[in-house]
């Protein structure tokens, strides 16, 4: 009766095992045969009503039994893992044949393309470069430029005040200019330009903006000429518009300079013959310079008497604009698409 019991539980098994079973099935079997009430482990209490003689063959038995159920158990759990495994390995294969995403990727721009050169330019002759608060005292935005209140020439520069007259968002980069001709004490000789925010009260459109961005130069030193300002600026003009450029100085005023000069270059464009961006003229004016002002060097502690030297100062948005041949002064800051930027690689001289 007891063998009878291990047969039947055999041929149950053998046909468990030869149909398809699931993961979750499987581990119901182990619970269904070998768990604690498991049909296997229940055979051991039938043992003591097997004779004596049968009870060394009946649990010989039932071990087997154990065995077997092991042994399928192990073999069909390895072979699930193994399906499972092949089945995410396929589910998350790699088509190479898909197209990839395109990735864009940046460009510099055009205000900080004319600034790094330049800064590039003038550092390889020795200047340094310098920045300097954008909000500024009214004293050395101003006065100490020889732009006392009252100052017709203040006009020019419609500037915004920030509590009272005292401090105001500086309308120029000239005050980074006086900041270090204090700091220099009238002993140190002075090679900077000055990159930077300015800021005026203009309406925006085309050609204006209330925030733009200067660069200033300031040398001073002992007997320096107007033609070093002019082999300066031949320098830059050259290494921004190309070296077939010609350039001129204009007889010009401001008040921190005197003489003061319009620095014009050949146009780029009909080389000197006159077109609708020289206005006929031949020629095209990029910037404003001059030599220092005694009256300044005296103001921020320079004997004129021993110092001389020459500052320029460049728009520039201005120079951008001439040289990448933008119409509109506002395609510098409403930066919505970077096929923008991208336009500019191509106007590189
Ligand atoms: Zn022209």
Same mark, same amino acid.
């Given at each position: ?8 539980i055999e ?5 468990i ?5 699931d993961?979750?099935r ?16 229940? &055979?051991? /209490?039938?043992?003591? #009503? *097997? ?5 060394? @063959?009946?649990g010989?038995?039932?071990? =087997? +039994?154990k065995n ?15 399906e ?5 390995l396929e589910?998350?294969a790699i ?7 395109n ?5 510099a721009?055009p ?6 050169s330049l800064?590039?330019? &003038?550092? /390889?002759?020795?200047? #340094? *470069?310098?920045?300097?608060?954008e909000? @500024?005292?009214?004293?050395y935005?101003? =006065? +100490?430029l ?7 020439a203040?006009d020019?520069?419609d500037?915004?005040?920030?509590k009272?007259?005292e401090?105001l ?12 001709m204090?700091?220099g004490e009238?002993?140190e ?8 925010k300015?800021y005026?009260r203009?309406?925006d ?25 002019k082999?300066t600026?031949?320098e ?6 190309g070296?077939?450029r010609?350039t001129?100085?204009r007889p010009?005023?401001?008040?921190f ?13 009909c080389n000197g ?11 095209i004016t990029?910037?404003g310079?001059?030599m ?10 320079y004997d004129?008497d ?6 320029f100062?460049f ?7 001439l040289?990448?041949g933008v119409?509109?002064?506002?395609v ?16 590189e001289y």
């Amino acid at each position: 009766m007891h063998n009878e019991k291990i047969k039947e539980i055999e041929s149950e098994l053998k046909s468990i095992f030869e149909g398809s079973i699931d993961q979750k099935r499987l581990e119901e079997l182990k619970v269904e045969y070998m768990g604690k009430n498991g049909k296997i482990t229940v &055979l051991n /209490s039938l043992i003591k #009503d *097997v004779p004596n003689e049968e009870k060394k @063959e009946f649990g010989m038995k039932v071990n =087997e +039994l154990k065995n077997t159920f092991n042994t399928k158990y192990e073999e069909i759990k390895e072979r699930l893992e193994e399906e499972l495994i092949n089945e995410k390995l396929e589910s998350e294969a790699i088509d190479v044949t898909l197209p990839g995403t395109n990735i864009l990727s940046g460009s510099a721009h055009p205000i900080e393309r004319i600034i790094e050169s330049l800064e590039n330019l &003038l550092m /390889s002759m020795g200047y #340094d *470069v310098v920045e300097g608060p954008e909000v @500024e005292k009214d004293l050395y935005n101003f =006065e +100490l430029l020889n732009l006392p209140k009252g100052h017709p020439a203040r006009d020019a520069q419609d500037t915004f005040y920030i509590k009272g007259d005292e401090y105001l968002l500086r309308s120029q980069t000239s005050p980074v200019q006086v900041r270090e001709m204090l700091k220099g004490e009238g002993k140190e000789p002075i090679r900077i330009i000055c990159p930077g925010k300015t800021y005026r009260r203009d309406e925006d459109d085309a050609t204006h903006s209330h925030e733009f961005t200067q660069m200033e130069g300031l040398l001073v030193d002992k007997n320096i000429t107007l033609g070093d300002l002019k082999g300066t600026f031949e320098e830059i003009a050259k290494m921004l518009f190309g070296k077939g450029r010609s350039t001129r100085f204009r007889p010009s005023y401001y008040p921190f300079t005197e003489p003061s000069v319009e620095m014009d270059i050949s146009c780029f464009n009909c080389n000197g013959k006159g077109c609708n961006i020289c206005k006929g003229t031949g020629w095209i004016t990029v910037g404003g310079a001059g030599m220092v002002n005694p009256i300044v060097l005296r103001n921020c502690g320079y004997d004129p008497d021993k110092w001389n030297g020459f500052a320029f100062g460049f728009g520039i948005e201005r120079l951008a604009m001439l040289k990448y041949g933008v119409e509109d002064i506002r395609v510098f800051y409403m930066n919505h698409d970077v096929r923008m930027l991208k336009e500019f690689d191509r106007r590189e001289y």
